[in-house]
């Protein structure tokens, strides 16, 4: 069974730093882009960053550009978001997603989602 | 960026009713364009990818279409289990943007 399992979400002061951790399970973790997506309490889905399947490739939103770092360790099945300089409008719920496989040339979306941390920004 | 304009951002609708929801986007995507469903509190959930594609596992009252920008999901029979807030997403070019949700509440 896939799972994706975050960690590492909590209160911080603005300007602080966290980092969260994505532990997946149930496939072959080397094998697929993976990205973080993050919602503000009542608001819609944004995405943040993602990484290929190597580490190789990495790209950010403009919004965290910069302050953002997300990484992978292929060994430890586990996907990593380094966040520094954080600000209030970084508080949300923060998702690690798997890219799903293309299938038969389709683009496919994300098919699997981890339940989410949640990162409060607040002095 | 390319936008996403969903709608409309809520509707009311009854059990068994049809219900279609549309996001256009600001620039051609090919088909690069998924749907989510997410319930509160919980993760969101793939629906349809490649615009049309039904993700395995996924009732076939769904079902997604595209006509150039123009993308819309349509619940053929809604479900008391359908009510919950819908998103359409890009994948085309980075960054991935999501429209801005519709959701879906009991009539």
């Known amino acids: 069974e896939v799972q994706l399992v975050e960690s590492g979400g909590g209160l911080v002061q603005p300007g602080g730093s966290l980092r969260l951790s994505c532990a997946a399970s149930?496939?072959?973790?080397?094998?697929?882009?993976m990205h973080w997506v993050r919602q503000a309490p009542g608001k819609g889905l944004v995405w943040v960053s993602r990484i290929n399947s190597d580490g190789s490739s990495i790209t950010y939103a403009d919004s965290v550009k910069g302050r953002f770092t997300i990484s992978r360790d292929n060994a430890k099945n586990t996907l990593y978001l380094q966040m520094n300089s954080l600000r209030a409008e970084d508080t949300a719920v923060y998702y690690c997603?798997?890219?799903?496989?293309?299938?038969?040339?389709?683009?496919?979306?994300?098919?699997?989602w981890g339940q989410g941390t949640l990162v409060t920004v607040s002095s | 960026d390319i936008q996403m304009t969903q709608s409309p951002s809520s509707l009311s609708a009854s059990v068994g009713d049809r219900v279609t929801i549309t996001c256009r986007a600001s620039?051609?995507?090919?088909?690069?364009l998924s749907w989510y469903q997410q319930k509160p509190g919980k993760a969101p959930k793939v629906l349809m990818y490649?615009?049309?594609s039904l993700q395995s596992g996924v009732p076939s009252r769904f079902s997604g279409s595209a006509s150039g920008t123009d993308f819309t999901l349509t619940i053929s029979s809604l479900q008391p289990e359908d009510f919950a807030t819908y998103y359409c997403?890009?994948?085309?070019?980075?960054?991935?943007?999501f429209g801005g949700g519709t959701k879906v509440e009991i009539k």
């Open positions: 997603a798997r890219l799903g496989e293309y299938t038969y040339g389709h683009p496919p979306g994300f098919d699997y």
């Open positions: 149930g496939f072959t973790f080397s094998s697929y882009w």
């Open positions: 997403q890009q994948s085309y070019s980075t960054p991935l943007t």
């Open positions: 490649a615009a049309s």
């Open positions: 620039q051609s995507i090919s088909s690069y």
